[in-house]
């Protein structure tokens, strides 16, 4: 696994963007975006929450989160910012975990339902080479972090003893990622809750009062990091029908990349 996540990165970035003092590749559209966040945030002092940065952007309350910087990269390579050279980026170190995790937790899902380690390896292969994985690598890499969806299934098929303890860890480290990976736990989460009450006939209080205490844990998380350091309005999206997935994206889900348009489909 480790091989072959290796192989993956080199081929998907290259030797020189491999490099974490190469910043070459992180100067336009949205990757430009990642970097400029995390060189304000790193050469600004400690606020709270811990995600402010004022200096980015044009609000006072900007936050490292919505520059969408992998804060929980962010956050632990400014605690050694001291260490760290004047020119440097994660991104491409976030890459090569991202493809390493991909491989490993659908490794672990596959091998859990067969048994048969070369079947579950050979099935972890299409979960690396999958085109909805893929396209994130080079324009949204936030959500290149797929693995976590991957690791939330895992956690719910195991026999582990301490379920809702990781399913809480894993919600608050979506957190750090992105948005959009919380809400996607916490969807798979409630299903299993609500599987549980309806056909295993568990305890309705019980249950509720567990996701009950994982939404505020995560609440009072979201405002430590930052979450709502931005008014509402400014969170809002727009352009229905482009940034936005509708019924004929399963059909044509044509998208784009820094190196031009390509189609899916074909």
Not at 125 to 137: G, K, M, P, V
Not at 174 to 182: Q, R
Request: charged share 10%; hydrophobic share 50%.
């Amino acid at each position: 696994i480790l091989l072959i996540s290796i192989v993956s990165w080199v081929y998907l970035l290259g030797f020189d963007y491999i490099k974490p003092t190469n910043i070459g590749w992180l100067n336009s559209g949205d990757l430009s975006t990642y970097q400029l966040g995390w060189e304000y945030f790193r050469n600004d002092k400690w606020r709270f929450p811990i995600g402010l940065n004022p200096n980015y952007g044009i609000y006072s309350d900007s936050n490292v989160i919505f520059s969408d910087s992998i804060p929980i990269f962010a956050i632990f390579f400014k605690l050694f910012n001291f260490l760290l050279p004047e020119k440097f980026q994660y991104f491409s170190i976030w890459v090569f975990l991202c493809i390493y995790l991909q491989i490993f937790f659908s490794y672990k899902i596959i091998y859990r339902g067969t048994g048969n380690r070369f079947f579950s390896f050979l099935g972890s292969l299409f979960f690396l080479t999958a085109s909805i994985f893929i396209h994130r690598s080079g324009i949204h890499l936030s959500l290149f972090g797929q693995w976590l969806i991957l690791c939330a299934i895992y956690i719910e098929i195991s026999a582990n003893s301490k379920k809702d303890f990781l399913r809480l860890i894993t919600l608050l480290v979506s957190l750090l990622i992105h948005f959009y990976f919380f809400l996607i736990l916490i969807i798979i989460i409630f299903s299993q809750d609500f599987y549980k009450v309806v056909f295993l006939k568990k305890s309705v209080l019980q249950t509720f009062k567990k996701f009950l205490l994982k939404i505020s844990v995560s609440i009072v998380f979201m405002y430590t990091v930052g979450y709502f350091s931005i008014n509402l309005d400014d969170g809002l999206g727009w352009g229905y029908g482009y940034y936005n997935f509708n019924l004929n994206s399963f059909i044509n889900p044509s998208g784009q990349n820094n190196i031009g348009t390509f189609s899916w489909s074909s």
